[in-house]
Nanobody, 116 residues
Framework: QVQLVESGGGLVQAGGSLRLSCAASGSIFSMNAMYWYRQAPGKQRELVATVTNVGTTNYADSVKGRFIISRDNAKNTVYLQMNSLKPEDTAVYYC??????????WGQGTQVTVSS
């Protein structure tokens, strides 16, 4: 069983930056891919960014050019660097992992609030 713990959320002004971290209790080397999702009030959870076990990344169109996902296998941690933040980025951000193509894990979420 792997536990994921997000951190780094908070309140920031539009145009600012935050870096989210997702620390895994076990090795992330076995994870096929790790993801950041977000869910704004009254909206469905949406996929924001993906990083595979070979380092391939993918982003939602809404965050391309502003967000960067990365993983540090030695620290069992995935990051989401968020730049040029907009009020519409306000949401609870969740870390998600897929292991061996079978097992999925979710973190508890971290709140990001961007003021205009």
């Amino acid at each position: 069983q792997v536990q994921l713990v997000e951190s780094g959320g908070g309140l920031v002004q539009a145009g600012g930056s935050l870096r989210l971290s997702c620390a895994a209790s076990g090795s992330i080397f076995s994870m096929n891919a790790m993801y950041w999702y977000r869910q704004a009030p009254g909206k469905q959870r949406e996929l924001v960014a993906t990083v595979t076990n070979v380092g391939t990344t993918n982003y939602a169109d809404s965050v391309k050019g502003r967000f960067i996902i990365s993983r540090d296998n030695a620290k069992n941690t995935v990051y989401l660097q968020m730049n040029s933040l907009k009020p519409e980025d306000t949401a609870v951000y969740y870390c998600h992992a897929l292991q061996y193509g079978l097992y999925t894990y979710w973190g508890q979420g971290t709140q990001v609030t961007v003021s205009s």
